[in-house]
């Protein structure tokens, strides 16, 4: 029997609401621990990105997902006084830490919004342009979330998404994961997530279609492949993908059977890992990611 449309609308935002819980409940403590390599790596992806990027000075940008806020403060620099930068994102928390760098820098052109563009309906024709590093892939319902970008978005004004691709073209993540695959099962339908994940959009083809159905036009993807650092050490590096990254959710959601194979997991790991250390020590392996834009 079909599923009526009242239930389908409740069932999502079910699913959303425990996506943020998942955020501000289980993911926050982790990601403030390993910033300087989330933040570090995603700079990677983003300096390159942001250089294809036309920001005219005095323009309006939506930052969606902006976490702790670091590419907020750059476009803020990059539109000038007679711009602004509004920075949304779920995590209360991220957000705070996000305001007290803003007034840290005497940026006086940044806004900081807790919400989930999901459901959170901004102003419209209020943005010259929309930007998300890492963040949009996480919605569970990313159409409805592109609709209200473009909503709010001024007639010809663009949107930019940074997402990664497959984990398989990721071995930053999937290297991990993979080991701990090894030992445990994957997780079932019933897991506790972020959203549908960090691999959401790396089917270009996804990508295109959520924009078209959310009315955008003229999409493209432009690769972009780096080495990222995943620790400072051998033992960072195990720590961070055991705690933040796909083998860290599989490990999680093992319950008592992912805290017994923990040891075996770290001791593999830690052999992977020596043998892509640079000499100091740190831990780099290849990363690649799309830039998706597309105009209103």
Partial sequence: MQQSQPTRVMDAAQDTQRSIDCWNDILTPKWVRFRHLLSGNGKIHSDVANGRIAVPAGSRVLDIGCGFGETCLEFAERVGPTGSVLGLDCTGSFLEIAAAEAKAARTKNVSYLTADIESHELQPASFDMAYSRFGIMFCYSPVRALRNVWRALVPGGMVHLIAW??????????VAEKVALQHLPPPDDGAQTCGPGPFSFAAQGTGALMLAAANFTDVTHQRIDRDVCVGTSVDEAVDYQLLV???GFVIREAGEAGARALPAIR???????????????????????WLISARK
């Fill in 245 to 247: 990254g796909p083998a």
């Fill in 267 to 289: 001791e593999e790991l830690v052999g992977v890992y020596n043998s892509h250390t640079r000499a100091d020590g740190s831990v780099w392996l290849p990363s690649s990611t």
């Fill in 165 to 174: 691709r497959s984990v398989r073209d990721n071995p930053c993540w999937g």
